[in-house]
């Protein structure tokens, strides 16, 4: 049973360009959340999916971002008209249906903005 | 909605001395709490988790937290730090109901000296 999968590991866009970021759940998982963790700071929640659905997106800037998990394939986090800022680690992580099971991460994928 | 507060950003201790990391979490019941472990570079590890029971839980790496309700804390503990620890170290909060809306605190940068 493979982890969670992220690609790609590390992804150089320049300004203005478009970043497209993959999650792959573990086998069975129908949770996904994605993070952002910004250079010398914390984890920082930003969107929370199940198959098809958006739960919880407080964490997302309103714009630019967008985030989906369709009924088949990876969950993709999209930016759009990248900035210097959005340069980070980005992680997804998943977990199976229910509450309280631990959430298996990705290893991530850093996002460079030049 | 609940939050978690690591109150340390940043920690040193010598190999072979104890550690504590705090953490401070707010919800109206009482959560799943987690602690995960992130080396340089890579993407997070469960070191531990509390659902309900016994207070005192063990994890892996001779890590150990305690749950104490009254001061809503859930605090990592190691009697003797090894170099290989130098790592970030964040606690997790999630709710307790259907739902895998897993918070993270900011982290806390552990450095071990030898």
């Known amino acids: 049973n493979a982890g969670v999968m992220q690609n790609p590991r590390h992804l150089v866009r320049r300004r203005g360009q478009e970043a497209r970021l993959r999650c792959s759940p573990m086998k069975g998982h129908s949770h996904v959340y994605w993070y952002r963790q910004l250079p010398e700071e914390g984890l920082k929640f930003m969107v929370y999916l199940q198959k098809e659905n958006i739960i919880d997106e407080s964490g997302m800037p309103k714009e630019r971002f967008s985030a989906e998990f369709p009924k088949e394939g990876p969950s993709i986090l999209r930016i759009q008209q990248v900035v210097r800022g959005d340069s980070a680690a980005y992680f997804c992580a998943s977990s199976p249906p229910g509450g309280g099971d631990e959430a298996f991460f990705g290893q991530g994928t850093r996002l460079t903005v030049v | 909605a609940q939050s978690v507060t690591q109150p340390d950003i940043h920690i040193t201790v010598s190999e072979g001395a104890s550690l504590e990391l705090r953490c401070n979490y707010s919800y109206g019941a009482t959560p799943y709490l987690f602690w995960y472990v992130q080396s340089p570079g890579q993407g997070l590890q469960l070191l531990l988790k509390?659902?309900?029971?016994?207070?005192l839980v063990q994890g892996i790496k001779g890590f150990e937290a305690e749950f104490k309700r009254s001061q809503s804390s859930f605090n990592l503990r190691k009697p003797s730090v090894h170099w290989s620890d130098a790592a970030e170290y964040f606690c997790a909060v999630a709710p307790t109901y259907n739902n895998n809306d897993m918070r993270f605190g900011a982290g806390t940068r552990l450095t071990v000296k030898p």
């Open positions: 509390y659902f309900s029971g016994d207070t």
